[in-house]
């Protein structure tokens, strides 16, 4: 098994070549594209996230997802299953504390578990659906919609509010 590892590391770390671990650091769309197809999991166990696009992407090619146990991964990905969340929430911080032995567990009930890696990607297919850019770009289409037909209602209301004002 190899531990292929993509991204930046943290600035004051010291990146030892190690057996079974490959340093990619930056890549490019495409190479970032080939390792989520060829990877058995995604594993990206930061400490903060704002959205998960990752999670995303990996969800395109039905691959499992490993990440802590944030609200923002939680809302997007646990209700669903589709990701092992680990990690002791502390959810006033919008943290997780992660220890490495629960990080190793989580990776070894993944690779121990062909089904559930399964299950999980499958999940996180599902939800990657939701954010193809076709349907974002639908979902959009149907708020502008709406509040077009919602506008000329206001608009109607306001004249009458003006009139019946005027009248008083």
Excluded at 40 to 63: H, W
Excluded at 66 to 86: D, F, H, K, S
Excluded at 125 to 143: G, M, P
């Amino acid at each position: 098994m190899t531990l292929v590892c993509l991204g930046p590391s943290a600035p004051d770390a010291e990146v030892k070549p190690l057996p079974g671990v490959i340093e990619l650091e930056y890549v490019s769309e495409n190479e970032k594209h080939d390792a989520l197809a060829a990877c058995t999991c995604l594993c990206v166990p930061s400490e903060g996230e704002s959205f998960g696009l990752v999670y995303m992407e990996a969800g395109r090619y039905r691959k499992p997802v490993i990440g802590r146990n944030l609200p923002v991964l939680r809302e997007l990905l646990g209700q669903t299953n589709a990701a092992l969340l680990l990690g002791q929430t502390d959810d006033q911080n919008n943290k997780a504390r992660l220890t490495v032995d629960e990080l190793v567990e989580g990776l070894q009930k993944l690779l121990n578990h062909p089904e559930l890696c399964q299950q999980i990607g499958d999940a996180c297919h599902l939800v990657s659906e939701s954010f193809l850019w076709s349907k974002v770009v639908e979902r959009f289409e149907q708020a502008y919609q709406q509040a077009l037909e919602i506008e000329p209602e206001r608009v109607q209301m306001a004249e009458h509010n003006k009139r019946a004002t005027i009248q008083a």
